[in-house]
């Protein structure tokens, strides 16, 4: 098969590699297409042991594609091990690093990781749901507990888990707030169902957000990091802040009194358990948004998807296979 293997030093090369053979209680999918995350980033160039894996190995947490056993469209959870309790993984592996992943012709994987394919979604629609659909979904209801009525404030409006939970949460009933750099982010994610927003360029943007909603909102989502801060000052008393990323640096100085007084919670996330992975798929096909695409390129052109991730985006880059 033809893959896209990551090699020592972070070089990647599309390149002939042997086919996957299946395992007891796995399956080998004839993929279709794939997605890139900001793990795939981390994992080529890692920033410390946590993501330095032993090479090579095929790249790739997201991809969708056919059953080669039985014919079925299907879409791959990537993890594998995470077990019996939705809180915590026991013993996570994730496709992309460690595990071959998706950036191939081909991939075996355990049967129980294969879902249905959203039948409203196309292939590379479908292939942009793991990683970052469940991650914003976890965020957002599992761990964040946002009802039907609330206000959520979602930070960097155009991320891929960010075009997520602005769709997920307007869909769930749910006022939509944004941070973007961009007037055009703003406004492409008033097409998901937000609300409105605020640029996150501008002077105290938290009180931006504060003229949006007076009282404060109810639930921020944050994958930034070091906005905590300001992310805490537009909660209303008694919010919660939900943080599954550090992209703005993993170092942060917080007002303890400020947190407590106030009443106000930091949860932290990443990923999903299996069975919340069914929980969101199920939701994506009951909603009549579509998942933002940045841009589609051919497996041959992955290189070319890893420049683009690391530049400015809006949505999901995706490779067809």
Same mark, same amino acid.
């Given at each position: ?26 399956v ?17 160039? #890692? ?10 190995f ?42 071959d ?8 994987? #355990? ?6 394919? #959203? #039948?409203?979604?196309s292939?590379?629609?479908?292939? $942009? ?53 961009s ?39 944050? $994958? ?52 919340q ?17 940045? $841009? ?15 530049a ?10």
């Open positions: 098969m033809q893959a896209f293997r990551i090699h020592v030093g972070g070089e990647g090369r599309y390149e002939e590699a042997p086919d996957p053979v299946a395992g007891d209680g796995e080998v999918v004839e993929l279709r297409a794939a997605a890139l995350n900001r793990r795939d980033i981390l994992v080529r160039n #890692p920033p410390g042991p946590a993501y330095d894996f032993p090479k090579p095929v790249a790739g947490h997201d991809g969708a594609g056919v059953r080669r056993d039985t014919g079925e469209e299907v879409v791959i959870y990537p993890g594998v091990g995470w077990g019996p309790s939705d809180d915590l993984p026991a013993g996570l592996k994730w496709l992309g690093g460690p595990l992943g998706t950036f191939a012709e081909l991939v075996a994987v #355990p049967e129980e990781n294969l879902f249905p394919k #959203p #039948p409203r979604l292939w590379e629609e479908t292939a $942009s749901l793991p990683v970052a659909g469940m991650t914003a979904y976890r965020a957002l209801f599992p761990v964040g507990g946002l009802e039907a009525g609330e206000t959520v404030l979602v930070l960097g409006a155009g991320s891929g888990a960010s075009s997520f939970a602005v769709a997920l949460a307007a869909q769930a009933g749910a006022r939509v707030l944004v941070t973007s750099s007037e055009e982010k703003i406004e492409r994610s008033r097409n998901l169902g937000a609300d409105g927003g605020v640029l996150y360029t501008q002077d105290d943007w938290a009180g931006a957000v504060r003229e949006l909603a007076p009282d404060g909102v109810d639930l921020v989502v944050d $994958s930034v990091g070091a906005t905590w801060p300001d992310s805490l000052r537009a909660l209303r008393r008694g919010g919660r802040l939900v943080v599954f990323g550090g992209t703005g640096g993993a170092m942060v100085e917080l007002d303890v009194r400020f947190v407590y007084l106030n009443f106000l919670s930091i949860l932290g996330t990443t990923g999903a358990s299996p069975r992975f069914g929980a969101f798929l199920e939701m994506v096909q009951a909603g009549s948004w579509q998942p933002a695409i940045d $841009s589609v390129r051919p497996l041959a052109e992955a290189e070319t998807a890893y420049e683009r991730l690391a400015p985006h809006d949505g999901k880059v995706v490779l067809s296979i």
